[in-house]
Structures are given as C-alpha cells and as structure tokens.
C-alpha cells in the first residue's frame, strides 16, 4: 500500500507547467463551446498542436514521432487534458487501433498511416457495430468480397463514432458467411473516402455516425491480419478498449474511471461549489440535512468509482455517474434543467450535462450488462449464461 | 484544479501476504462454521481465543515500546479480514484497538501487561459519555476505556457483566460507567483524551470494515458455489443473469470495498490528518456492502438460506449484528460531511 504524494523534480514540474500552458492556449471556451454544441469529439488544431509535440503517443520515441516520455509525464498529461476537458474521444480511438496496425499491417502500411498518427493528421474510428449487431459483435454481416488484388466492401456500420474526423475505419467483415460466427471475419484499416458517413445526434450531445460502404474497392494492403481470421485481430484492440474502462492508469495515479466516471466527478464538484454559495434566502444549501446526506452518499460513490478497477471499474463508475447525475440535477432543482449558456443555469450547466451524458456510458464500449456476464464468467468461474440455441416453439 | 499527484498502489508488500496467509490458515483449521455454531449464542470461543493469543494476534498490534511487535493498521486489517470471513467468535477487534489505545498513556501500563498476559480482554466503549451503553466484546471485558466528560478513562470490573442476548450473537453487554461495580481510573484528559478516543473510534471502525469485507467474500463463496451446483429448469442456476448479476455485484462491492479500506487505512497510519472523510466512508460502504452480500446469498441459496442450518445465516445476523453497537450506519454520512464540507451552519442561530 503507498497512497503518498510523488514528489516532482524540477524537470517534471517544468514539463507539468508545460503541459498547463499548452491546455490553456488550446484548449479555449471556444474549443469547449464548439465541442458542447456538435460533440464531435474532436479539435483539429489542438489535435496537430498534440502531434507537434509528440503527445499524441507520448511515450514513444522522439525518432518514431513520439515524445519520449517517462509513465508519469505521460500520465501528468493525461490528466491535465482530462481536467481541462480537452475533446479527445477520437485520439482515443486511434491510439487504439494503433497496435493492432503494428501487430498485423505490412511495413508499407505502417509507412504510410503511422507517421501520420504521431503527426495528428491521420485518425482512426472503430467501426464494429451494425445496425443488427452490437453487443454480439461477431455477428457483423457487412461483406468484404475479394477481387484480384483488391477487396470489395458491402454493408453498414452504426455508431462509428468520430468517422468524420477521421481517413480510416478499424472494420470488421465478414468473408466467409458459411463459416461459424467467429471463423468468417476479416478485418480492414478502411479508408474511409469513398465510404458515405451520415451523422447520429445522442442525447448526450455526442456525434456519431452511421457509415455506408457500397462497393467501397480498396487494396489488399489494407487488410489486417490473415483472412477469415479477423477475431483475433480484433480481440487486441476489443480487450483494450474494456481496459480503457479500468481506472487504474500505468502510473498508478487514481483518476476517475477514465471516461466513465469524469462526468460524475464534474457534477458533483459543481453541485459541491452550488451547495456552499449562500441562496437567495441567504442560506447556504449545503447546511439543509436534505442536500447535505445526499451529497456525501455521492461523494462516497465517485470516490469508489475511482478507485474500482478493471470490468468493475468500467461498471461502477458508469453507474455511478448515472445514479448521481439523475439525483444532483433533482437536488439544484429546476434551475438544474438549464443548459450551459442559459440563463440561471447552475455552474455552468455541468449538472444538467452529465445526467444526459452519463446514459451512454453504460452502453458504448460493451454494454454494463455484457461486463456483468464477463465477470460472471471470468472471474466468478459461473456457467455460461446460455441463450436459446433453437427459436421458441 | 490542483490535481494533486499521488501513488495508487493497493497491493500488498511479501510480508503482509505471509502474515495474511499465515491468519488464513490459523481461521480455516481452527473456526470452521460449526465452531460458529456452538460459540452461540455467546459468540465467544475461550479456546479459540487462547489459540488466536499464540498468533499474537492481539500483541502484534502494540507497538514495541509497550511490549508488543508494533505492527500497523496496514497488518491488523488483513488479520481482521480473515476473522470476518469466518465470523470467529472472539473480540479480537475491540481488543486490540483497546490494548493500542492502552499504549498510547503511560497510565495505561499495568492493565497493558495483564492484557499481554493474557489475564484481561479490554475493550472500547464506542459512545462518548457516561451513562449505560452496549459495549462491544463487553460480555467478555474486564476493561473497557470510554470517553466519560473530557476524561478518557479506564473502566474495570472483577468480572464482565452479563451478555445481553441479539440477533448478532455477539458478546455484548450493558456496561454502567458510573456505576458501582466498576473502579474507574482516568488515562488522559482534555484535547488529548478526546483526540485519543477518537482515533481508537476511527481504528475500530476501520478493522471493523476490514471484517465485514471478509463476511461479505466469505457468502459470496456460498453463493457462488451453490450457482455453479444448483440446477433448476435443467440448468445451473449460474446460468441466469438474475443470479449471476446479483453475485457479480456482490464482487465488485468486495473488490472496491477492500481497495478503499486499504486506502483509507493507508492514510489513517501514514498521514491521520488528510482525507479524514475516508474512514466513515469506508465503514459506510463496507457494512452496506455486508448487508447486500449476505442479503444475495440468503436469497441465491433459496429456501435453505432462509434456514437456521445455512451457512449465509450465520453472516446475515453478524452483518448488522457487528456494527449497529457503533449506532445507526447513515450517521457516518454525518461524519464524511462534516469532514468533506466543513461543519454545518445553523442560520439564525
Ligand atoms: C454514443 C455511442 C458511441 C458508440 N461508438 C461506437 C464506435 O465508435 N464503434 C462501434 O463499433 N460501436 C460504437 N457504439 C456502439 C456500442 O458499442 C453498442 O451500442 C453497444 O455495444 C450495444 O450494442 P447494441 O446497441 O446493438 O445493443 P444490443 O446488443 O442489441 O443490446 C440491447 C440491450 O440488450 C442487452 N444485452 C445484449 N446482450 C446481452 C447479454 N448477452 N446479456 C445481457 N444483456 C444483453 C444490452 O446490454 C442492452 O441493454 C457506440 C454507441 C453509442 C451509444
């Protein structure tokens, strides 16, 4: 157990005040505003300003496009772009892509696409799910047939999400449709110019997209990994994205639950800042046993979503964020429907933000319920919880 | 935003893990669930206690100076976990907190020794005044320290009073500070006494939820076996999610639990005055947890858990019947408040 502070030396104080100036140049109101309003999940000029300086993967080398950093520098950055919200969904998703490209890409693949993701301007999405497959993903039905030396793509994907600020999709296909479920996938690093991309609207603001390829011809060099064995490949970047949910980063540092938990600690800080300041009556809410209780039942709930780790962590800490984003905005009250930029809206919106935003975190990423069936299975060793193998008579 | 940058480590050094699979052992070879069993209604075991003194299970907790091997919060909670998860019937918890506190005042030293030797089992008397209270492990004390006015004092008795029969069977009785079958002797008084009495309350109740995240793994065992074995509709009951969620929430609450013990356990040895709030937090979540634990396997084990001869029951009663002496559990959400968000303020007043 060690739970004590990390002394900085003066060079990584230096690099922290770095990364503090580099987050307030920008990451402006404007790129904040611009990110509530459209949600893309994306600043192309905060992106490249990342590359410039090797932090888009920042623990490589300098000579392979990256910054060289030691875990904690990396982890400093990490959490001051998170504590800054810097828009960062689609660096995410091709930084997790990434491996998979240096497992299985050839040499002239890698040439062409991983100089490009070091500088900013080529970018990954994730294109598993399909308009009838989600959480079984290896039900995908879109077809890539081969032609020559070319391969033809056919189908849909839904939610591939940043697919607008991005040349290539992670995708998976299905080539042999007579194979069992698992045995007939492919999978492509498929640029993305001839695809058609048409926007989805959630209700946590976030963009994504559905992805239309139509006869979408590309090169058999954009092919990942032995044909009809795309599962494997693609249980790398699958595995590492259920890992994206653990909340204990490299550097051990406790951070909330990554992408999950942040919006329950933002909201409960602003209700926190909401509580103390004195109301019209000159009381202050925090002092009513109502407000008070409730707030440190959820200041008991986002510390656990911190701290939980591993499928637990990607579990609580949505929950979390659920159950007290849809009980701070009730405690502010009315004024806790008001947007951001409304006016009367309470610290900036936060509150009335993160009780939308957080329903999706129980689904995007494998679902709460799919994780509960991984630890059921994992890590409590149960049966398989079995579907019906033949339809209901 | 500060972000101020710490260490998240929550394993456990080589050391520790001998010592914990050292208590694992001792528990399993010497307090299966029918030594439980006959321990009641008094939930005490003299023998068991005499065996656990050969573990030096209550001396390790003493630091040097007093005669004892000076272990830590960090080594008593993986003790008070193994106790937990066999619900053993000795007051292990309450006496070392109490023999700890006993070291920490010179005026302490006699009755330290005679607990050394084995001739007393002290205790702690949770709430601050004078009057009558249940005492935890006070069926079997001749010692209890309590908070009485400003002064921490030492309550003794030629013998301990009567149990007091509940749903937990603990050992626990009605103790009378003031009363005339004890003698009393004050061990500090002012800011000191308070200060004192008040970290023994935050160690006791942080061994207490080391145990109870050990009752709560020890059901979820149960449970867990009973999924894999029982068939219902031609298949394991495992199989259906209403019995395998309930179970996987049942182990996330352990796992989380136990990392945010050792965390608040972590900062209550090394640094007592930060993130005070963690230790009612702590408590808090570990009996909520011990509640819904034992509440699940009850339920997944079916109409036998209901039943005096399961297991789950044993754990069912001592999920409440350990902590509701410290008083009703929401209360500790006062104490996180007050420590997250500084002291209410009453208007007008
Ligand atoms: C904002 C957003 C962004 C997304 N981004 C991407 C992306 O970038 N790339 C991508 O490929 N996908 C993305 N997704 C898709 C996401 O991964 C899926 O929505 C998710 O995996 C669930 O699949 P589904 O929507 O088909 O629901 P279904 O799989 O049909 O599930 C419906 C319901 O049934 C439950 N269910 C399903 N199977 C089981 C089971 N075995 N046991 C218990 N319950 C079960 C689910 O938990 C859910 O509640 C995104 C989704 C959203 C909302």
């Known amino acids: 157990m060690d739970f004590s502070i990390i002394e900085l030396d003066d060079e990584t104080a230096r690099f922290r005040d770095e990364v503090r100036e580099f987050c307030k140049r920008y990451i402006t109101a404007e790129v904040l505003d611009a990110e509530y309003r459209d949600g893309n999940g994306f600043d192309l000029e905060l992106h490249m300003a990342l590359g410039e300086r090797g932090w888009i993967l920042p623990t490589w080398a300098k000579e392979d496009g990256g910054a060289g950093l030691t875990g904690l520098k990396a982890s400093i950055l990490a959490l001051e772009l998170e504590a800054h919200h810097a828009p960062s969904i689609t660096k995410g998703t091709t930084t997790l892509v990434l491996p998979a490209v240096m497992r299985w890409g050839t040499d002239e693949l890698k040439a062409e696409v991983v100089p490009g993701v070091a500088r900013g301007d080529i970018r990954f999405c994730l294109g598993y799910t399909e308009p009838d497959s989600g959480s079984d993903v290896a039900a995908a039905r879109t077809r890539a047939f081969r032609d020559g030396d070319e391969w033809v793509i056919d189908g849909q994907k839904m939610f591939t999400t940043g697919a607008q ?41 976030e963009r994504t997209n559905m992805v239309f390829y139509d006869g979408v011809r590309i090169p058999d060099r954009y092919r990942l990994g032995p044909v009809d064995q795309g599962w494997m490949v693609l249980l790398g970047p699958l595995n590492a994205e259920h890992a994206m949910a653990d909340s204990a980063p490299p550097v051990t540092l406790d951070s909330p ?21 004195p109301g019209p009556d000159g009381r202050r809410p925090i002092d009513d046993p109502l407000v008070r209780h409730r707030l440190a039942r959820h200041a008991l709930d986002v510390e656990m979503a911190t701290i939980a780790t591993g499928p637990a962590g990607r579990i609580i800490s949505s929950e ?14 009315p004024r806790g429907l008001l947007p951001r930029g409304e006016k009367g809206t309470v610290e900036d919106g936060w509150i009335e933000h993160s009780h939308r935003f957080a329903q999706g975190t129980a689904t995007y990423g494998g679902t709460t319920d799919v994780f509960r069936n991984i630890i059921a299975e994992r890590v409590l060793g149960l049966p398989r919880s079995a579907p019906p193998t033949k339809s209901p008579s | 935003m500060d972000l101020d940058l710490r260490r998240a480590d929550y394993s456990l050094s080589d050391d520790q893990e001998a010592l914990q699979a050292a208590f694992e052992t001792f528990f399993e070879r010497e307090c299966p669930a029918t030594r439980v069993r006959s321990a009641e209604p008094f939930g005490f075991d003299e023998e068991l206690w005499q065996r656990l003194a050969g573990m030096r299970a209550v001396a390790m907790g003493v630091p040097e100076s007093g005669g004892g091997d000076g272990a830590g919060l960090e080594e008593l909670i993986l003790v008070a976990e193994e106790v937990g998860r066999r619900v053993a019937p000795v007051p292990v918890i309450e006496a070392v907190v109490a023999a700890r506190l006993l070291a920490a005042v010179p005026a302490g030293a006699d009755t330290l020794d005679a607990v050394l030797r084995g001739s007393v089992i002290p205790t702690i008397a949770l709430h601050a005044g004078g009057g009558d209270q249940l005492v935890p492990g006070g069926s079997v004390a001749r010692a209890a320290i309590a908070l009485v006015g400003d002064d921490l004092v030492l309550a003794e008795r030629d013998r301990p009073p009567e149990q007091v029969a509940n749903q937990g069977h603990a050992p626990i009785a009605w103790w009378d500070l003031g009363g005339s079958d004890v003698e009393r002797r004050t061990l500090a008084t002012g800011r000191e006494g308070r200060d004192l009495f008040e970290q023994a309350g935050r160690e006791w109740r942080i061994l207490t939820s080391a145990a109870l995240i050990g009752m709560s793994r020890a059901v979820l ?27 996987v929430d049942v182990a996330m609450s352990v796992d989380t639990g136990r990392r945010l013990v050792r965390k608040a356990t972590w900062y209550q040895q090394h640094e007592p005055g930060v993130h005070r709030h963690l230790v009612p937090m702590a408590y808090f979540y570990a009996q909520e947890a011990a509640v819904e634990a034992t509440t699940v ?20 009663r001592r999920a409440k019947g350990w902590t509701l002496v410290a008083g009703d559990p929401q209360r500790e959400l006062g104490a996180l408040a007050d420590q997250l968000f500084g002291p209410a303020q009453v208007v007008g007043a």
């Open chain 2, 297 to 316: 396997a009850v339920h997944v084990l079916g109409g036998v858990g209901f039943t005096v001869e399961s297991d789950a029951q044993l754990y069912f």
């Open chain 1, 320 to 333: 979390v964020a659920i159950r007290v984003g849809a009980d701070l905005i009730d405690m502010v009250g």
């Open chain 1, 165 to 205: 600020n991005c040349q290539y999709s992670f995708l998976l296909t299905r080539t042999n449709p007579d194979a069992a479920k698992h045995k007939g996938l492919t999978m492509f690093l498929c640029p993305l110019d001839h695809a058609e991309i048409q926007a989805i609207r959630t209700l946590g603001g």
């Open chain 1, 257 to 277: 639950g990554g992408m999950y938990g942040i919006s329950a600690v933002f909201a409960l800080e602003a209700a926190v800042a909401w509580a103390a300041t």
């Open chain 2, 221 to 247: 065992d149960l449970g867990v076996q009973h999924a894999r074995d029982r068939v219902a509709f031609g298949a394991p009951i495992g199989t259906f999610q209403a019995v395998s969620h309930s179970l």
